[in-house]
T-cell receptor
Framework: EAQVTQNPRYLITVTGKKLTVTCSQN?????MSWYRQDPGLGLRQIYY???????DKGDVPEGYKVSRKEKRNFPLILESPSPNQTSLYFC?????????????FGQGTRLTVV | GDSVTQMEGPVTLSEEAFLTINCTYT??????LFWYVQYPGEGLQLLLK?????DKGSNKGFEATYRKETTSFHLEKGSVQVSDSAVYFC???????????FGPGTRLSVLP
C-alpha cells in the first residue's frame, strides 16, 4: 500500500529539547516536503527536497532543519523547540512530474512545546 | 510568487444542499490544479485534479473545472451529505513540478 508514515503522531516536549519527527515513503518519490498547519493560516511549507542530498527552504524554515540521506526518508529536526512551533505537522511526497503529480500526505504529527 | 485564494468559511449547509467553494489562483505558466480534503484527525487526501485548461476533475460527486480565463477552479457538489463535513484545500503545482501551493482551507459542516 502506498503510504507516507510519520512518527510520532503526538508529542509534548519542553522548550529547548531537541527533537526529530521522522517521515518515510514507500513510493520511490523524488520530491518530499514538510508543512505546518495552523488555524487560519492553512498549510505553510517549511522545507522541501527534490532528491537525495538536495533540500531547500520553503516559506517558514526558521527554527527547523531537514536532511535527505536516503530517498525514502526525510526527517524534520527541531534543534531548540520553542512554543511558537506548537503546531500540526505534515510530511508529503510526490513525483516530480507535473503531469502526474499528486501529493501523498502522512497522518500528521501534533507537536506541543511547553 | 504563486498563490491560491479560497473562501475561508466556515460553510454550513443542510444535507442535500448545493455546494460551491470558490478558488482562484495566481501562477506563472500553466499550473496543475487540485482539491484536497482533510477529514477530522486525518491527513490530506486528493479529491480531484485537473492538469490543463478546460479539464474537469471529478470524484465522489464533486467536480471542478480548470478555467484559465478566470484563473479559477471552483469546487461544486450537487447534493452534500453529512459525511462530506471536512476541510477542503485548493492547491496548485507550478510548471516545474517542484512545489505545491495551498489555499488556506475551507471548513464545511453539513447538518442532517
Amino acid at each position: 500500500e502506498a503510504q507516507v508514515t510519520q512518527n510520532p503522531r503526538y508529542l509534548i516536549t519542553v522548550t529547548g529539547k531537541k527533537l526529530t519527527v521522522t517521515c518515510s515513503q514507500n513510493m520511490n518519490h523524488e520530491y518530499m516536503s514538510w508543512y505546518r498547519q495552523d488555524p487560519g493560516l492553512g498549510l505553510r511549507q517549511i522545507y522541501y527536497s527534490m532528491n537525495v542530498e538536495v533540500t531547500d527552504k520553503g516559506d517558514v524554515p526558521e527554527g527547523y532543519k531537514v536532511s535527505r540521506k536516503e530517498k525514502r526518508n526525510f526527517p524534520l529536526i527541531l534543534e531548540s523547540p520553542s512554543p511558537n512551533q506548537t503546531s500540526l505537522y505534515f510530511c508529503a511526497s510526490s513525483l516530480s512530474d507535473r503531469g502526474r503529480a499528486e501529493a501523498f500526505f502522512g497522518q500528521g504529527t501534533r507537536l506541543t512545546v511547553v | 510568487g504563486d498563490s491560491v485564494t479560497q473562501m475561508e468559511g466556515p460553510v454550513t449547509l443542510s444535507e442535500e444542499a448545493f455546494l460551491t467553494i470558490n478558488c482562484t489562483y495566481t501562477a506563472t505558466g500553466y499550473p496543475s490544479l487540485f482539491w484536497y480534503v482533510q477529514y477530522p484527525g486525518e491527513g490530506l487526501q486528493l479529491l480531484l485534479k485537473a492538469t490543463k485548461a478546460d479539464d474537469k476533475g471529478s470524484n465522489k460527486g464533486f467536480e471542478a473545472t480548470y478555467r484559465k480565463e478566470t484563473t479559477s477552479f471552483h469546487l461544486e457538489k450537487g447534493s452534500v451529505q453529512v459525511s462530506d463535513s471536512a476541510v477542503y484545500f485548493c492547491a496548485l503545482i507550478n510548471n516545474y513540478g517542484q512545489n505545491f501551493v495551498f489555499g488556506p482551507g475551507t471548513r464545511l459542516s453539513v447538518l442532517p
